[in-house]
C-alpha cells in the first residue's frame, strides 16, 4: 500500500510511526512554549497578582476544556475506524456530529459563564487581587469556547485520518497567532490581564477558521448531501454518548488522581508542595512527548480496526510499544542525568531545590513505568473500547488512593511518588489483560464479513 493509505505494507511499519508520531510530538511540545510566553508577559505586568491571576484564568481553562477532552479522542478513534474501512459517509457523518456536540457544550458554557467561573474559581482559592484577575482573564478568554472546543474535533479528525503534517502546522498556527496577540493587546493596545485572555479567544478562533477550511477542503466528493436523519440516527448517537462518557469520567479519574497527590503534598508543607509541583513539569514535558505515539497508535489500530485486518492490529501495538518505550528510556536517562541542574533554572529558592532534588529519582523513573499506560490509552481509544478505559482508570485511581494512605504514613513524601508510580503502573496493567477482547473482537467482525 502506499503511504497516503490507512494501513502501511508489511516493511513500512516503524516509518509509519515515525512519520505519525513525530509532528504530533512536536505539535505537542508547542504547548508548554505557549504557556511560557503568556506567564512572561503576565510577569512584567507589575505585580505578582497578575501572575497569579493568570495562572488561576489558566488552570480554570485547564479543568474546563480538558474535561471535554473526549471531543478529540472519541473523534479520532470513530474517525480512524471510518478511514481505515474506507467509508467515507460514516467518516463524514462523525465529524459534523462531534462538531455539533462541540458547538453545544461550547454555547452551554457561554450560557453558564458568570456562575461558572465565579464557582472554579472560588473552589480552586486564591486571594481577592488574584480572584479579581483571575475573572478578567477568564470572561476575556471564554468567549471562543465553541471554536476552542471545536478544535478538538479538528484535531482529532485530521490524527484519525492519518494527516498528522496538516495537524502540525494547525497548532503552530494557533499557538504563533496567541504570540502575536498577547503582545499587541499588551503591550500595543494596554489591555493588561484582559488582553492576554483575548489573545487567547484570538488564536482559537483563528486556529477553527483554519481547521474549517481544511475539513471543507479535505471533505469527501461525489457523496450525496447529508441528510438530517442520518445525522441524528439513534444507533450513531447512541455510540457517540456512550464513548464521550466513558472518557470523560475516566478523565475526571485521572485529574482526581493528580489533585489527591497536590492536596496529600500540600500537606507535609510549603517546601514539599512546590518540589513536587515542580517535580510534576517533568511528568508534564514527557506525557507531550510520549503521546506522539500514543496517538500515532490510536490512528493505525482505529484504521486496522476498520479494515478488520488483525494483524494490522498487532503491528500497530508492537511497532508503537518499541518506539514509545525506546522514548521513555529516553526522558529517563536525560532526567537522571540531567535532572539536577533542570531543577536548578526553574527554581532559586534553595529549599524546594533540596526538597526536589531528594525526590528526583522518583521522576526518573516515571517514564519507564508510564510508558505502558500511556500507549494502552492510545489502543483502546482507536479501538473505541472506552467502557474498559474507563473502568481500567477507576480501578487504578482506587489503586492510588489505597497505596497513597499505606505508603505516605511511613514513607512520607517518598511515599506519595511510590503510590503514584504504582498509579502510573495499575493504567497498564489493568488494560493489558484486555487485549484478547480486541484481536476476538476482530476477528469475529471479519467472519461475519465474509461471504
Same mark, same amino acid.
Given at each position: ?65 480538558? !474535561? ?15 478511514? !481505515? ?12 456530529? *462531534? ?40 470572561? *476575556? ?65 483563528? !486556529? ?29 448517537? &447512541? ?64 484504521? *486496522? ?18 518506539? *514509545? ?120 467482525? &471479519?467472519? &461475519?464479513?465474509?461471504?
Amino acid at each position: 500500500m502506499s503511504e497516503n493509505l490507512a494501513l502501511p505494507t508489511r516493511g513500512g511499519w516503524h516509518r509509519r510511526v515515525l512519520v505519525l508520531a513525530f509532528p504530533i510530538v512536536l505539535a505537542n511540545l508547542t504547548q508548554p512554549i505557549l504557556g511560557a510566553v503568556d506567564t512572561a508577559v503576565a510577569g512584567h505586568l507589575g505585580s505578582a497578582a497578575d501572575l497569579g491571576g493568570v495562572a488561576l484564568g489558566g488552570l480554570f481553562f485547564n479543568c474546563v476544556f480538558w !474535561g471535554f477532552g473526549f471531543l478529540r479522542m472519541g473523534t479520532t478513534g470513530l474517525v480512524a475506524q471510518a478511514f !481505515g474501512a474506507d467509508d467515507q459517509p460514516s467518516l463524514r457523518a462523525n465529524v459534523v456530529r *462531534a462538531l455539533l456536540l462541540a458547538f453545544g457544550i461550547g454555547a452551554l458554557i457561554l450560557l453558564m459563564q458568570s456562575p461558572l467561573i465565579h464557582y472554579v474559581l472560588e473552589l480552586i482559592g486564591g486571594s481577592d487581587e488574584v480572584q479579581r484577575n483571575a475573572r478578567i482573564y477568564c470572561h *476575556a478568554r471564554i468567549g471562543s469556547a465553541p471554536f476552542a472546543l471545536a478544535n478538538y474535533v479538528v484535531l482529532g479528525y485530521l490524527l484519525g485520518t492519518q494527516r498528522v503534517r496538516i495537524a502540525l502546522i494547525s497548532q503552530v498556527l494557533i499557538n504563533v497567532v496567541n504570540v502575536i496577540a498577547v503582545l499587541a493587546y499588551v503591550y500595543g493596545f494596554g489591555w493588561g490581564i484582559a488582553g492576554i485572555g483575548a489573545a487567547t479567544a484570538t488564536a482559537d478562533t483563528m !486556529g477553527f477558521a483554519f481547521g474549517a477550511a481544511v475539513l471543507w477542503h479535505l471533505r469527501p466528493r461525489n457523496l450525496a448531501p447529508l441528510a438530517w436523519r442520518t445525522i441524528v440516527e439513534p444507533a450513531a448517537l &447512541k455510540r457517540l454518548v456512550a464513548i464521550n462518557r466513558d472518557i470523560f469520567l475516566r478523565t475526571m479519574c485521572l485529574l482526581g488522581s493528580f489533585g489527591w497527590f497536590a492536596h496529600v503534598g500540600a500537606r507535609q508543607g510549603d517546601a514539599i508542595l512546590a518540589a513536587n509541583a515542580l517535580l510534576l513539569n517533568f511528568q508534564t514535558f514527557m506525557a507531550y512527548g510520549l503521546d506522539g505515539f500514543a496517538h500515532a497508535t490510536e490512528a493505525l489500530v482505529g484504521a *486496522a480496526i476498520g479494515a478488520r485486518d488483525r494483524d494490522a492490529f498487532r503491528q500497530a501495538v508492537k511497532v508503537n510499544l518499541f518506539w *514509545a518505550v525506546l522514548g521513555a528510556l529516553g526522558f529517563s536517562v536525560v532526567y537522571w542525568g540531567a535532572g539536577t541542574w533542570i531543577i536548578t533554572q526553574l527554581t532559586d529558592q534553595p529549599a524546594v531545590r533540596a526538597a526536589a532534588q531528594t525526590f528526583l529519582p522518583w521522576a526518573a523513573l516515571s517514564p519507564l513505568i508510564s510508558v505502558w499506560g500511556f500507549l494502552l490509552d492510545g489502543v483502546f481509544i482507536g479501538a473505541t473500547r472506552t467502557r474498559e478505559l474507563m473502568q481500567a482508570m477507576a480501578a487504578s485511581l482506587l489503586v492510588f488512593l489505597v497505596a497513597s494512605w499505606a505508603l505516605v504514613g511511613p514513607f512520607g513524601n517518598h511515599g506519595l511518588w511510590m503510590a503514584l508510580l504504582i498509579f502510573m503502573a495499575a493504567r497498564g496493567l489493568t488494560l493489558s489483560p484486555l487485549l484478547p477482547r480486541i484481536t476476538g473482537a476482530i476477528q469475529a467482525a &471479519k467472519v &461475519k464479513q465474509a461471504p
